[in-house]
Every structure is written in C-alpha cells, then in structure tokens.
C-alpha cells in the first residue's frame, strides 16, 4: 500500500510560522543622499576656512585696536574706527561659526537619513525574501494536498477492490467490475507517481527557500515605523528637528 508521505514531508519543513505583513510602496533616494552629504562636507569645508580667515582678520583687527590705544596721539575717530572694525570681525567670526554648526547639524541629519535609506532598503530585500518563501510554501502545500487527494483516491479504491475479491469468489459474474477496479487502481497510482513527484519537487524549493533566503532579517516594527515615519514626518511634536 501506498504510504501517504507527502504531506508528512512538506508539514515538517513548514512547522515554522509564517506571519502576514502589508506592503508599503516607498522608495529610498541613497544616491540623492549621498550627493547630500557630499554637498554638507563640501560646505563645512568652506565654513571652516571662512572662520579661519575670520579669525585671522579678527586677531589683525585686535592687534590694530590695541595699537592705537597705545598711541597718545591717536584721535577719538580712529579709535572709534579702530572699535567698530574689530567689532565687525568679531561679528564676521561669529557668523562662519554659526554655519559651521549649521553644516554640522545638517550632516547629522543627513547621515540619520542614509542610515535609515540603508536599513530600509534592507528590510525591503527580506520582504521580498519573505514574500518569495510564503509563495513557495504555497505551493508545497497545493502540491501536496492534490498528491494526497490522489492517495485519498487510491486508497478508497483498493478497499473497494478488496471487497469485490470476495464477493467474485461466490459471484464470478462481478470480475468485469473488479477488472474495472483493478484497471482504475492503476491509472490512480500513476497519476499518484507524477502529482508525488511534483509535490516532492516543490517541497524541495520551499525548503531551499526556508535555507537560503534572508527572509528573516525582516522587521514588521522597522516596517510600521518608516510608515509612521513618512506621515509623522511634518508634525513638529513628532520631528521637532524636520529631520528627514
């Protein structure tokens, strides 16, 4: 007799569950970041050899001050002068630093952006990875199940064919009815043979699948939160910074 060992073969490699998730169109700029970022250092870059000159005209503007302070003879409008140019380099200094901060702030933000574009672009692979094993575990179930509706098949039919051998012994006129059973017994065994195999095969993609497939680096929090992320983004108590 047939064993019925299909379903007991696809049921043991899908003994783990599987969980249902949404999908969420989103696309992630990482070029477009990174050509961000280049433009943030670029100004940093820029800010930082602003300030430095600004310093420098500063320490210039100080040493004038101070040396017309020194003179006796200095009249109150150079000194006025003298005061207001130091003053106006220390205002200069003051604002490069300012977009220094700012540039470095803006960075921060930018590279909290690449991070996240990178994790989701991750996350977005082991759904798909997901997404791949749940269909093939699909079909290893809807192999198995048509197999083993075969054997269902098979099985009715040999306790049918048992129960005609006996009645033939006393009632030879039942053969052709047992011929017929005999011969639909063969037709269901080989149909068995290729809806076996069939199943076999898809059980076999299913768990290369389950042994290959980075399904598992899928967060389902990491996927609520982008979503949050994307209509939280303008609510100020949500992102105060305007962080992308």
Not at 107 to 112: M, P, S, T, W
Not at 151 to 162: F, G, K, R, S, W
Request: glycine share 4%; aromatic share 10%.
């Amino acid at each position: 007799m047939i064993k019925k060992v299909v379903m007991a073969m696809v049921g043991a490699m899908l003994a783990g569950s599987l969980f249902m998730v949404s999908s969420i169109d989103a696309q992630a700029a990482l070029s477009c970041t990174y050509d961000i970022i280049n433009d943030a250092n670029s100004n940093i870059s820029s800010a930082t050899a602003g300030y430095q000159a600004a310093k420098a005209d500063e320490a210039a503007k100080l040493a004038n001050l101070n040396a017309v302070k020194a003179n006796p003879a200095h009249s109150q409008l150079e000194y006025e002068q003298a005061v207001f140019a130091y003053n106006n380099a220390v205002n200069v200094s003051a604002w490069w630093l300012a977009q220094i901060n700012n540039s470095q702030e803006f960075l921060k933000n930018i590279k909290g952006r690449e991070a996240f574009e990178d994790k989701f672009a991750a996350n977005r692979e082991a759904l798909a990875d997901l997404t791949t094993l749940r269909a093939s575990k699909t079909d290893a179930d809807g192999a198995a199940n048509i197999a083993n509706g075969v054997l269902a098949q098979i099985q009715d039919v040999e306790m049918a064919i048992a129960g005609y051998q006996i009645q033939v012994a006393a009632c030879p006129s039942l053969q052709p009815q047992l011929d017929a059973l005999n011969a639909r017994l063969a037709a269901l065994k080989a149909d068995y043979a290729v809806k076996s195999a069939a199943a076999a095969e898809k059980a076999g993609v299913f768990a290369n699948n389950v042994n290959t497939l980075n399904y598992k680096a899928f967060s389902l929090g990491f996927d609520n939160y982008q979503y949050n992320r994307e209509i939280k983004r303008g609510d100020v108590d949500w992102n105060p910074k305007g962080y992308y």
